[in-house]
């Protein structure tokens, strides 16, 4: 086979360079007129499916402290305390006997696997919709759920959700749904499969 020379190198290196631009160009191209992915959030509203797990949802006064949720966890990040013995009343649905001390979970561990809410037997921890829970610190990033819960929430307030529910409506509604202890998934926006 005859080596090639320096000219034919030359002009070989010029080819690849410009077809390899020339690829790369037919691919930026397809791009612009594709439809776009990303979102201007917050002021636009993401769409989630109902199995979307997000930041949980708790509701303290059915929790008997079992810590079956605790042990399924496979990052030990949920932290449970409780006075004494609890259990549901057959009447009222709610968790009566010793106090719930603590409830908290760590989302600096947790990687939302939704394990924790399989064994629950009072169905009282669920996956939310929120999937932005930016703070300030790291002692922030621990949920203190039982502690929220005295103010009737079932997740945390979002700071974007404080923050934007005066300009963007769809916030506003979002934030008065949390404000007001409101699951945002219930077994029936789930269909069975
Ligand atoms: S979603 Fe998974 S990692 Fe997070 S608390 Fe539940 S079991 Fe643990
Ligand atoms: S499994 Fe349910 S009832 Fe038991 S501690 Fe966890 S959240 Fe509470």
């Given at each position: 086979m005859a080596a090639t020379s320096p000219a034919q190198l030359y002009f070989r290196n010029i080819y690849d360079a410009v077809k390899s631009i020339l690829i790369g160009m037919r691919i930026t191209l397809k791009y612009c007129f594709s439809k776009t992915i990303t979102i201007q959030y917050p002021h636009e509203r993401i769409a989630f499916a109902p199995r979307y797990r997000g930041i949980h949802e708790f509701e303290a006064d059915k929790c008997?402290?079992?810590d079956q949720c605790a042990k399924a966890c496979p990052v030990d990040c949920i932290y449970i305390d409780k006075s004494a013995p609890r259990k549901v009343d057959?009447?009222?649905?709610k968790a009566i006997g010793g106090e719930l001390l603590r409830y908290a979970i760590d989302y600096q561990k947790?990687?939302?696997?939704?394990?924790?809410?399989?064994?629950c037997p009072t169905d009282c921890i669920h996956m939310g919709k929120n999937h932005d829970l930016s703070?300030?610190?790291?002692?922030?990033?621990?949920?203190e759920f039982a502690e929220i819960s005295k103010q009737g929430l079932k997740t945390p307030m979002p700071l974007w959700a404080q923050r934007n529910a005066g300009t963007i409506p769809w916030v506003a509604s979002e934030k008065e749904r949390i404000e007001k202890g409101?699951?945002?998934?219930?077994?029936?926006d789930i269909t069975a499969v």
């Open positions: 008997i402290a079992c057959k009447e009222t649905g947790c990687m939302f696997c939704g394990l924790c809410t399989e064994p703070s300030y610190s790291r002692d922030e990033m621990v949920v409101k699951l945002a998934t219930t077994d029936a």
